[in-house]
């Protein structure tokens, strides 16, 4: 399979600010904050925004409409991710560990592992355009629905089907991966809450524009 890193400086006309295409979604782009787990704002983010592509909305828009259907609201954490930011996130495994997000993020493995656990990607799907990472929230009150576990809290407690949850947490998981898959998605067996298109169309291809 070849791969190929298209890298331009503006973002290509497929790619649309996620928020603009569904309606009534919330975002919180981690990755554009202090709130992750290198600790800082990373390579790439230059707005708190979600990107993806055109087809990553219109199946975003039926989960919406899925996820209404239960009394749920759609959080995004992150959708498009630069190559640059990937490349930061390497670079950031191969530091002397500092202990500052270790205990949220990383709390039983070394900052090396990252990669190996299956964490974090050298080629990361999200650079394709079509992948997303969310959660799920109470539309009569707005707070998060439990999931037994933080975004990137990179352990096997955030893996589908993990021990150590309770049924709550398990049963809302299972909403989630329900209603992802019933929109076009696939799950990803180590993170609950990441979730990949299921016919991309960029399925070779990583970007490298700015989310700006």
Known sequence: MNRVVER?????????????????????????????????????????????????CAALE??????????????????????CAVDCFL??????????TKQKHYPNIDRSEIIEKG????????????AIDLTLYHLASGTLVPMGGDFDLMDSVSHHGAHGISQAEARNRQYLCSIMEASGFVSYACEWWHYSLKHEPYPNTYF???IA
Not at 91 to 100: A, F, I, L, Y
């Open 62 to 83: 039926k989960a919406r409409e899925n996820a209404a259907s239960l009394g749920f609201g759609l959080l995004l954490w992150d959708g498009y991710r630069p190559q």
């Open 119 to 130: 964490y974090v990607a050298a080629k990361s799907g999200h650079s394709r355009g079509s």
């Open 208 to 210: 490298d524009f700015l």
């Open 91 to 100: 670079r950031w495994s191969k530091q002397p560990e500092d202990g500052r």
């Open 8 to 56: 331009r400086k503006t973002m290509k006309s497929d790619f649309v600010f996620v928020d603009e295409l569904v309606s009534g979604i919330r975002w919180d782009a981690k990755y554009a904050t202090w709130d992750n787990f290198t600790g800082k704002p990373v390579d790439g983010y230059a707005a708190n925004r979600i990107v993806g592509t055109r087809a990553l």
